[in-house]
DNA sequence: CCACACTCTTAGACTAAATCTAAAGTTGGA
DNA sequence: TCCAACTTTAGATTTAGTCTAAGAGTGTGG
């Protein structure tokens, strides 16, 4: 595990930094979209100092670099997620879990196209809908009235 | 302009109240993807006691009918736009301009086939990359050394 | 080994985005 | 007309994210 860490940082050519190391680690590990304060809240319980700065500074310099992609979502905290294989996104409208879904691939033509003279760097797909858990009745209505 | 907005609501059964008109009618005038505090700010100058409370509650209600559609952007406040014709979006990584792209349909079966069991509602695809004004440089490299 | 520039981290203040609250206003149907 | 449900309002509150200024760590050249 250290030692896969360490050869992103090295491959990538960011500095590596104890805090840089914790919470890409934390990533790694919880492959969960964590929002910056989870991870705040989890690497802060073993190393007391660290600040909310450094989270969002390292979640920065991670991403820059390529070695966590961050997920945008609709009226709330980004999440970020440090599996590089590529796949997408899905997001449930009813309890706002974010689910991998496998990659698919793309109509390369039809979408240069489209994007006319742009540089395109990355595309990134998100499916919204309700997942399994909420179709079947397992989670509350979101809280409301509850 | 007013007849359009009377049968959009009346479509979708949502109930028209003059502020929830006002929202609406702002983005269909202004196909910018503006900011709930952008509408708030246009709106509220023609209409002094319009709250900004009332502008999330419009654009919620909006977006649950289905008359417009909100724009997750990473790290920033969440934009909305009403321009119903189905399409896509690019967001310039240097200037954070949001373009449409016209619409290029997708793989659907390799979709459905990757959502597995989940009832899909809907598919975002934002592309990222370099804006062509970007690109020729005529932007200012975004807030820094400025 | 030291000096110095550079990078990074830190605590906490600050700004911005979005939600909540409780009271007042509006609406449509009985 | 009356009522219950719905909507708006101002402002407080919560939450997300940025900024700042001081200090700590790192690496290179002397
Ligand atoms: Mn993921
Ligand atoms: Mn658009
Ligand atoms: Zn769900
Ligand atoms: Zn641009």
Known sequence: MKERLQKAFARTGLRQT???HDVLAWLVRHKRHSTAEE???AVNRSNQRLSRATVYNALHALVESGLVRPV???GAASRFDATLDRHHHFICDRC???EDLAWFGLPVKAMQAAAG???VRDVEITLHGTCERCARGKTKPPPKTE
């Open 18 to 20: 104890p805090q840089r």
């Open 39 to 41: 991870i705040f809240e």
């Open 72 to 74: 945008a979502v609709e």
């Open 96 to 98: 706002g879990a974010i």
């Open 117 to 119: 003279g742009r540089a």
